[in-house]
Each structure stands twice: as C-alpha cells, then as structure tokens.
C-alpha cells in the first residue's frame, strides 16, 4: 500500500516518535557483493537521499532544498527519532541527480548514531550546479546500485527521491520503480509543486499524483508535497524522520491508486517530445 500526505498534514514530526524529536564518480559493479553484505555493518535503515538538481529547479529551490538536507540531517527531531529505537543506526548517502548518468554523491555512505556522527558539511559545501533533463529512472536505477555497493545491512531499505517534474529522459520511471521494489526497496517521494507550470517545459499540474501512482513503491511508501516554499525545510525534516523511524505519516492519508495510473507515468517523456517539436519549428 502507498499513500501521500501534504505538509500541512504533518506538522510536529516529534508526537510521532515519542519525543522532540564532494562530488564522487558513480560506482562501478564489483564481484562478492552478496558475501560483502553478508558480513556487513548491521544498522536500522539504509537511506539513499536522491536530490533533483536538474534546470527546472530555480536556484533559490536548489539552495532551500540543500539547506533543508543538511539541517534535517543534524536536527533535533531527527537525531530524536534515531534514539526512539535501542542501538538504532542509520546508514546515509545523499547524491543529486538530473539526466540520466549525470548523478553524483554528495554525501558517500556514512553510520550516522547520535550528534557526534550526524555530519552533513559537504552539503553546503559542494558548489551547487544545475543538470538539463529530468531521469527519475536512472536516479532510482543509481540509488539501487549504491545499496548494492555499501559496506552495510539494514532491515529496510529506503530511497528519498525528490523532484519538480516527471520523468522525460532514460528509461521509463515504472520499469525503475518496479525493479528496485521486486529488491525490497522501499522508494517515498517529494513532490515539489511550488511553482505554476509552464508549458515552455516538461512541468505538470498534478506532480503529487504522478509520483503516487508512477514513482513511489514497497511497503508503506509515501510521498510529502511540498506547494510552499516556507514549508519545504520543515517538509524534508518531518520526512526523513518517518523514514527513520520507520513509520507512515499521521494526519490526512489517502490510499493512492492501485490500478490505473491517474496521470499518464509517460507524460514527461510526452511534453518533451512536444517541446522538441516547437523548437524545430
């Protein structure tokens, strides 16, 4: 089952848990992955935090987003969520992302157990740049390779994917989905809508409905619309929170569909075949 909830609907992340609560090439497949997770670091959760850096997000978006990451990680409310659990560890990479083959790590994979270990510097460190298309697929499809990759076991594992727009480039966004899901990865969404879409771009009025039905997937999946900017560093806090801590939002839920897709998972490959037209023309 999946299911979606607006910021508003999630406004004190601390009653849910009890409590008050740089750029690295991608990696290349490597023989003895299974032995190497058999032997593995033990931790709660293995969490890929996928950021959208392509050209449809402005530049206060992408500061505002970076911002909200890096303090989300090193928050309150978040390092709260980490002790609601005896010995509960989380295991963290951050990458960004844009066309497909253009993603890099941020933040490698780190154990992240109380204040002394939450670091997130090279966050606002790393220059902030901007990618062209959106791949949704090759983020998901990258995120699957670094857990394959990572030196650690978690009893779940969870990708956070962020974005502005659908997919229009690589693979089809369900395929990705479906792949990582069949692996027992759980992948939850933020949907940014802050903005009035134009139709000088791949941008759709109903994002939050497009990454219910087409982008997020496994158990308890769920996403977080974000349709205010004041709201977005507070929205990545209250979500990485509930990945954590393992728990789906309180508030306004609603099941998402489970048959047919309400909005079309190749409309952004659709709007960009049409852009391409109008520019030919």
């Given at each position: 089952?999946?299911?979606?909830?607006?910021?508003?609907?999630?406004?004190?992340?601390?009653a849910?848990?009890?409590?008050?609560?740089?750029?690295?090439?991608?990696?290349?497949p490597?023989?003895?992955?299974?032995?190497?997770?058999?032997?593995?670091?033990?931790?709660?959760?293995?969490?890929?935090?996928?950021?959208?850096?392509?050209y449809?997000?402005?530049l206060?978006?992408?500061a505002?987003?970076?911002?909200?990451?890096?303090?989300?990680?090193?928050?309150?409310?978040?390092?709260?969520a980490?002790?609601?659990?005896?010995?509960?560890?989380?295991?963290?990479?951050?990458?960004?992302?844009?066309?497909?083959?253009?993603?890099?790590?941020?933040?490698?994979?780190?154990?992240?157990?109380?204040?002394?270990?939450?670091?997130?510097?090279?966050?606002?460190?790393?220059?902030?740049?901007?990618?062209s298309?959106?791949?949704i697929?090759?983020?998901?499809?990258?995120?699957?390779?670094l857990?394959?990759?990572?030196?650690?076991?978690g009893s779940?594992?969870?990708?956070d994917?962020s974005?502005?727009?659908?997919?229009?480039?690589?693979?089809?966004v369900?395929?990705?989905?479906?792949a990582?899901?069949?692996?027992?990865?759980?992948?939850?969404?933020?949907?940014?809508?802050?903005?009035?879409?134009?139709y000088?771009?791949?941008?759709?009025?109903?994002?939050?409905?497009?990454?219910?039905d087409?982008?997020i997937?496994?158990?308890?999946?769920?996403?977080?619309?974000?349709?205010?900017?004041?709201k977005?560093?507070?929205?990545?806090?209250?979500?990485?929170?509930?990945?954590?801590?393992?728990?789906?939002?309180?508030?306004?839920?609603?099941?998402?569909?489970?048959?047919?897709p309400?909005?079309?998972?190749l409309?952004?490959?659709?709007k960009?075949?049409?852009r391409?037209?109008?520019?030919?023309?």
């Amino acid at each position: 089952m999946r299911w979606c909830v607006s910021v508003g609907a999630v406004l004190v992340a601390g009653a849910i848990v009890g409590g008050d609560v740089a750029s690295i090439a991608a990696p290349s497949p490597k023989s003895g992955i299974a032995d190497a997770r058999h032997s593995a670091l033990s931790v709660n959760v293995e969490l890929v935090i996928a950021v959208d850096v392509s050209y449809s997000m402005d530049l206060d978006e992408l500061a505002i987003q970076r911002e909200g990451y890096a303090q989300a990680i090193v928050s309150k409310d978040f390092l709260q969520a980490l002790r609601a659990r005896p010995a509960s560890k989380v295991a963290l990479t951050y990458f960004e992302w844009s066309m497909s083959g253009d993603d890099r790590i941020i933040i490698p994979w780190r154990v992240i157990d109380g204040p002394e270990s939450a670091d997130a510097a090279e966050i606002m460190k790393t220059p902030i740049r901007r990618g062209s298309s959106t791949s949704i697929s090759g983020a998901i499809n990258f995120a699957v390779q670094l857990f394959e990759e990572n030196p650690y076991r978690g009893s779940r594992r969870v990708i956070d994917i962020s974005g502005d727009g659908p997919n229009n480039d690589g693979a089809p966004v369900t395929g990705a989905r479906d792949a990582a899901v069949e692996k027992g990865i759980i992948i939850n969404g933020l949907p940014i809508m802050v903005k009035e879409p134009s139709y000088l771009t791949t941008d759709i009025e109903n994002l939050d409905l497009y990454y219910e039905d087409c982008v997020i997937g496994g158990p308890g999946a769920f996403i977080m619309t974000i349709k205010d900017r004041e709201k977005f560093q507070e929205a990545i806090r209250t979500k990485l929170v509930l990945e954590v801590a393992g728990l789906a939002p309180e508030g306004r839920i609603v099941p998402t569909a489970e048959n047919e897709p309400r909005v079309s998972c190749l409309v952004g490959e659709e709007k960009w075949r049409e852009r391409g037209r109008r520019i030919m023309r």
